[in-house]
Nanobody, 123 residues
Framework: QVQLVESGGGLVQAGGSLRVSCAAS????????MGWFRQAPGKEREFVAA????????YYSDSVKGRFTISRDNAKNTVYLQMNSLKPEDTAVYYC????????????????WGQGTQVTVSS
């Protein structure tokens, strides 16, 4: 079992920044690829970013590339998503996910999910 707990969500004005975190427990964190997904009302959950177990490679959706940065600290069993230049369309519930394998952008390939944290960007 792997437990994931997100934190750091909140309300921010357009153009601002926010960092969300995901703390993992229950398994060896270093051996898991991690991903961030988001879901807005009425929409499907979509890929945002992913990082390999070593942290050597990162991947981003086109909508956030250049604005968001994913990173991980295996010593702290934590993955981060730094969000800059936020836009109202970034408003969503953000979820972190883990899988015992390579990084992927497909949500159904992830094994464990956090409860989500709300990020709201106002105009």
């Amino acid at each position: 079992q792997v437990q994931l707990v997100e934190s750091g969500g909140g309300l921010v004005q357009a153009g601002g920044s926010l960092r969300v975190s995901c703390a993992a427990s229950g398994r060896t964190f270093r051996n898991y690829a991690m991903g961030w997904f988001r879901q807005a009302p009425g929409k499907e959950r979509e890929f945002v970013a992913a990082i390999t177990w070593s942290g050597g490679s990162t991947y981003y959706s086109d909508s956030v590339k250049g604005r968001f940065t994913i990173s991980r600290d295996n010593a702290k069993n934590t993955v981060y998503l730094q969000m800059n230049s936020l836009k109202p369309e970034d408003t969503a519930v953000y979820y972190c996910a883990a899988r015992a394998g390579i990084a992927t952008m497909r949500k159904y390939e992830y094994d464990y999910w956090g409860q989500g944290t709300q990020v709201t960007v106002s105009s």
